[in-house]
């Protein structure tokens, strides 16, 4: 929740006019100097960038003077860590006898606006060989999210719409400061900054009209499950990056029932039994990589295919260790279940009188399994027992009911 005296900080602060002297008119982009500018110790570099770039880029903070400039030069404190007075710091730092390599990036790379959704690929992949990293996999997930506005935009309301572009706009916007010419990244540094970026991107995007906050349980189904989709095939480490957008909507959704599309959307609670596992202590990247193979699991079990049916999961803390009347440790998960047709009908409305029978059978199938305790789930990390299954009464698990609890798990001989 953003506070009301926040908020009248953001509509007070003044622009700040960046002065420069690339022509205000042609650039060109590729121009980079060194140079001194006020409030910082030392002389810094200095990009000659678009008006539009840089409004965004610093969410309406900066602007190059008035509207018919289009170009000026913009100091790399501000771009890369937002400061307006320090001392200035690698890679920022020059002098007058700082040589900066050519790039050999296109100069469609240097001053995006943050619409085009190759610019991960043509641009950012291009200076920096993340194949195969996880970084990689949050490219993928910026690129797919980015393409949510650019080929799923008929999905969403107005309101999600507007919200989609702000935030893949913002999310561009972090990671562009990669591409100049005297900063010499690396894909563990760019991941980070993109880590960094999505909360404010999510919540706070320039020029915060819309918040995923205020998604609807429609808009944010139709969001989410098109997000994953693109995930089918990939490993459960590419999940952090949608795991991280579930979780800020989690936290801040002013839209909390979980099961007022029941017919075609379902979450659980799921306690599991750690059977053998490798680890002592679970952290929460680890519990939500384990609770994405389960889900996976669970859906070949309940002969669902995640290609016909959405399927996902992610851990959910426990205050304190937990174990099973036989002394095994246990986690807890969510499992979130759905009819991916039925997500992006265009009918999608809370269920009145609608029964969806092929739905029904595979969450009963599940409950069927989970009672004759056959979710014994085998992963290259470990053996799961999934214990005990509840319904979610709202979207963050809270209240539960109607409980299926499985036999305790004895080892066969």
């Not at 669902?304 to 304190?320: D, E, F, H, K, N």
Request: contains cysteine; proline residues 6%; hydrophobic residues 35%.
């Amino acid at each position: 929740m953003i506070s009301t005296e926040y908020i009248f900080l953001i509509l007070v602060y003044a622009p700040i006019y960046v002065n420069g002297i690339c022509n205000s008119q042609i650039g060109p982009l590729r121009t980079t100097e060194c140079s001194l500018v006020n409030n910082f110790n030392t002389k810094q570099w200095h990009s000659c960038l678009t008006n539009i770039y840089i409004q965004q880029q610093s969410q309406g903070r900066h602007r190059c003077g008035d509207e018919t400039v289009r170009y000026c030069n913009y100091p790399c404190m501000h771009e890369v860590y937002y400061l307006e007075a320090n001392l200035v710091i690698d890679p920022c730092t020059c002098n007058d006898s700082s040589v900066l390599p050519a790039s050999a990036l296109p100069t469609e790379c240097l001053s995006p606006d943050g619409s085009d959704c190759d610019w991960y690929k043509n641009c950012l992949e291009r200076k920096y060989s993340c194949q195969g990293t996880p970084t990689e996999h949050m490219a993928t997930y910026a690129k797919t999210f980015c393409e949510l506005h650019t080929q799923h935009n008929e999905l969403f309301s107005d309101r999600a719409q507007r919200w989609i572009d702000d935030a893949r706009k913002c999310l561009q916007m972090a990671l562009v400061p990669f591409v100049r010419p005297f900063n010499n990244g690396n894909c563990q540094k760019i991941r980070e900054r993109a880590f960094d970026s999505y909360k404010p991107c999510y919540i706070r995007p320039y020029p915060e009209v819309a918040s995923i906050c205020h998604m609807t349980r429609r808009d944010w189904l139709r969001i989410f499950w098109t997000l994953k989709t693109a995930f089918i095939a990939s490993a459960p480490i590419a999940y952090s990056s949608l795991q991280n957008v579930v979780d800020t909507f989690n936290e801040c959704s002013m839209d909390t029932e979980a099961n007022d599309f029941g017919h075609i959307f379902k979450e659980f609670k799921l306690t599991i039994d750690l059977i053998d596992t490798p680890w002592d202590n679970l952290n929460k990247d680890q519990s939500d990589q384990i609770a994405v193979r389960i889900a996976h699991q669970i859906a070949r079990i309940a002969l669902a295919p995640p290609q016909r049916w959405g399927w996902y999961a992610y851990g959910i803390p426990l205050t304190s260790m937990q174990h099973s009347p036989t002394g095994y440790k246990q986690m807890a998960i969510e499992l979130l279940v759905a009819d991916l047709p039925g997500i992006v009908n265009e009918t999608l409305v809370p269920p009145v009188n609608i029964t969806n029978v092929e739905f029904n059978e595979i969450i009963m199938r599940i409950e069927n399994a989970v009672i004759k305790g056959n979710l014994l789930i085998q992963i290259d990390n470990g053996t799961y027992y999934v214990s005990q299954m509840t319904y979610c009464l709202d979207a963050k698990c809270y209240a539960t009911t109607e409980n299926y609890s499985a036999p305790p798990y004895a080892p066969k001989n």
